[in-house]
């Protein structure tokens, strides 16, 4: 997917995306400087957002769960070659199928059963919803960025005719379902475990945040350490000699798309079971996509993908915080900072490479030169 | 006339109306993917051209100085596009979702730093826009039957960049098919080899079509906010922007039949708007957020080879280098 680099590793994953960010925040800095403010005092009143309020850390924390979801959904799809851009929809989606299940299941049953079986149908309505993408490019050789983006627009569709129609709120106006009951809903970090989490402040953060943890530690052994992650790998890397070493080149394709939905989807538990106790239009808001800047930062790994989600949710929270101190730039300028490292970290990610291997090559020879 | 007809002609004028930012995108799509780049930033430039234009006929009160800018803007993303991709190699379809969510950030930011209106232009006078143009003779056919109606609903009385657009379908057809531009850009996007051994620059080809593509997408924004809207107004181009890649794929990437799946989406769109909350016999209550799905149900239909075979230019999304 990426233009192989001669650099060695550590800097190809460490300094590059390093270099990257740095240049995507100081074109981001320039733009807040044309529009008359300080970057610095913008960067540190983000910083403070982000961590040093009370309650801020654990909003970081909640963003970050997210990013976790959609950034490993997209990475899991990205080690088998495929582009999942569907993130958006495919989260939707799942939200539909927790949404079904807190809806009407939770009056009956207790909260031990509500809330994995939501977890379920969130994993398997998100990968239903990759699925039939990765059953088309398998098969039929549907190029999966265009058939996923259409249906992210195909479940826009659907949710919001469901939303104002068969699933409202019955006597009321705006597109939304009626409030999950109590035993439906994942428990706040800041009221479990005794006030262990009370550092946190009152914050969105709950537990979603453990299932997000779980989910890399999971991606790790399921793409390094099973036979199907190593099938997922080499399908990858090289479909031909896949083929050859007799594994179903299809098959692995769809499952990859399958497992993508599914980690999208479980963005529903984190957004709608966590915090907007409903089902809600444009939930997703976005977050499948930033999927795709966390993947790419964080190089597919769970290590980088976690870091990137946590400098994602830093963004988001921090950036809220300018609408406080600032007229002039508002929470949008997160926005605008993630487009910028996509663009830097993503689509011009080996910009640096040339300059950086030259001055690397130049700062290893040294000793040489000197003994000549 | 009967009412039927007469509702049959009015949706058909809305479809005009709502096809047109799709069929200025479509073409340049087409432009662009035919070079072997893919554009999915079509929705972005269109979004920053709105803002552009908006702001611009706003500041100056000149429409035209508005498409002008707006166009100049959309350029100026493409030529980063071009940038990432032609000369970097970089991912298109990456490239492209970064451009597309830098156009909403950016409009955004800007809009508040300018307007303090959250993000929104103020509203423009009715002389900063485009208005509808009454073509000659319009109350005298009124009284031909049939062609009167027609010609006063749907022919006359739209605003410049309709006419426009539909004049760019036969010129892109014309460009790409008799042309000597046209034939070396459809060659670079199918075999760049070919192209660069006969000494013609592949860059260079791939740059001006992007850069086309940037103009063509900065009209269709100035046709949103200028034209058909008075002001921008935040992600005012919402989806729009890929609708359009649907349409050239379903026009299998050319400019007619481009223009054919533009204007059936426009038309899918002008009749869902008319049937909202219109009881229909058999299916009550008409669906009509689904049948705006239908163009991207067409679509993927399309690419499972399930209507025809879509096959795009054979170098497509991939970087070449020497």
């Known amino acids: ?372 | 006339m009967s009412e039927f007809a007469y509702q049959l002609l009015l949706t058909l004028d809305a479809t005009l109306r709502l096809a047109t930012p799709l069929i200025l995108c479509a073409m340049a799509g087409i432009f662009s993917e035919r070079s072997g780049i893919i554009d999915i930033s079509l929705e972005g430039k269109m979004l920053m051209g709105a803002f552009v234009a908006a702001a611009v006929a706003f500041t100056s009160g000149s429409p035209w100085l508005g498409v002008l800018a707006a166009m100049l803007a959309s350029v100026v993303l493409a030529v980063v596009h071009g940038f990432a991709c032609i000369t970097h190699r970089g991912n298109q379809v990456v490239s492209g979702l970064a451009i597309n969510i830098l156009a909403s950030g950016l409009t955004v930011t800007i809009g508040i730093a300018l307007f303090r209106q959250g993000g929104q232009t103020p509203p423009l006078g009715s002389t900063d826009r485009f208005r509808p143009i009454e073509w000659w003779l319009v109350d005298a056919l009124d009284a031909v039957p049939i062609f009167g109606p027609i010609y006063r609903e749907l022919i006359s009385g739209h605003n410049m960049l309709v006419y426009i657009a539909l004049f760019l379908v036969p010129l892109s057809a014309f460009l790409l098919y008799r042309t000597r531009f046209g034939l070396r850009l459809r060659a670079v996007g199918e075999v760049p080899k070919a192209v660069d051994s006969a000494g013609i620059s592949v860059s260079f080809l791939r740059y001006r079509a992007v850069i086309i593509a940037g103009l063509l997408c900065g009209i269709a924004g100035a046709y949103l906010s200028i034209g058909q809207g008075a002001g921008f107004v935040k992600e005012m181009s919402a989806g729009k922007g890929y609708i359009a890649l649907a349409a050239v794929i379903f026009g299998k990437w050319r400019p007619v039949p481009a223009l054919l799946a533009c204007l059936l989406f426009g038309f899918l769109e002008a009749v869902s708007a008319r049937l909202q909350g219109v009881d229909l016999p058999l299916i009550g209550e008409a669906p009509t957020q689904l049948m705006l799905a239908l163009p991207y149900v067409m679509v993927v239909l399309v690419l499972a080879g399930f209507i025809g075979k879509a096959s795009p230019p054979a170098a497509i999304g991939q970087p070449y280098s020497k």
Not at chain 1, 46 to 62: E, H, N, Q, V, W
Not at chain 1, 109 to 133: K, S
Not at chain 1, 167 to 183: C, V, W, Y
């Open chain 1, 1 to 372: 997917m990426t233009p192989a680099s001669d650099l060695p590793r550590w800097a190809d994953v460490v300094l590059l995306p390093i270099l990257n960010l740095v240049a995507a925040l100081a074109v981001c800095g320039l733009i807040i400087f044309f529009l008359g403010e300080n970057p610095f005092t913008a960067l540190w009143v983000m910083i403070k957002g982000a961590f040093f309020y009370s309650g801020s850390l654990g909003y970081t924390l909640y963003y970050t769960t997210n990013f976790i979801f959609t950034g490993l959904a997209v990475a899991i799809a990205f080690h088998a070659m495929m582009f999942n851009i569907g993130g958006e929809g495919q989260a939707y989606i799942g939200g539909l199928g927790a949404g079904l299940i807190a809806l009407w299941l939770a009056p009956a049953l207790p909260m031990v059963l509500v809330i994995p079986m939501a977890i379920l149908a969130a994993a398997l309505f998100g990968a239903a919803w990759g699925l039939i993408p990765g059953i088309l490019q398998a098969y039929r050789g549907s190029h999966i960025v265009i058939t996923t983006i259409m249906f992210n627009f195909i479940a826009g569709s659907i949710m919001v005719w469901l939303l104002v129609g068969p699933l409202i709120e019955q006597g009321q106006q705006s597109p939304q379902t009626p409030k999950f009951e109590a035993n439906a809903l994942m428990p706040k970090m800041h009221e479990i475990g005794g006030g262990v989490f009370s550092f946190l402040g009152s914050s969105p953060l709950n537990l979603s945040f453990v299932l997000a943890l779980l989910c890399l530690v999971g991606f790790w052994f399921l793409i390094w350490r099973t036979k199907l992650g190593y099938e997922i790998r080499t399908v990858g890397q090289n479909p031909e000699a896949a083929r050859y070493a007799g594994i179903n080149v299809p098959k692995i394709i769809v499952i990859a798309m399958a497992l993508s939905g599914a980690l999208a989807g479980l963005l529903a538990i984190n957004e709608l079971l966590g915090v907007q106790h409903r089902v809600v239009l444009n939930f997703t808001s976005g977050y499948g996509f930033t999927g795709i800047a966390v993947a790419l930062m964080g190089r597919n790994h769970p290590v980088g993908i976690f870091l990137a989600s946590f400098l994602f949710g830093a963004i988001y929270q921090g950036g809220a915080e300018l609408d406080f101190e600032f007229q002039t730039i508002t929470r949008d300028m997160a926005l605008l900072m993630q487009g910028m490292i996509i663009l830097f970290s993503g689509a011009l990610a080996y910009m640096f490479n040339p300059w950086v291997s030259k001055l690397l090559k130049r700062w290893m020879n040294r000793g040489e030169v000197t003994r000549v």
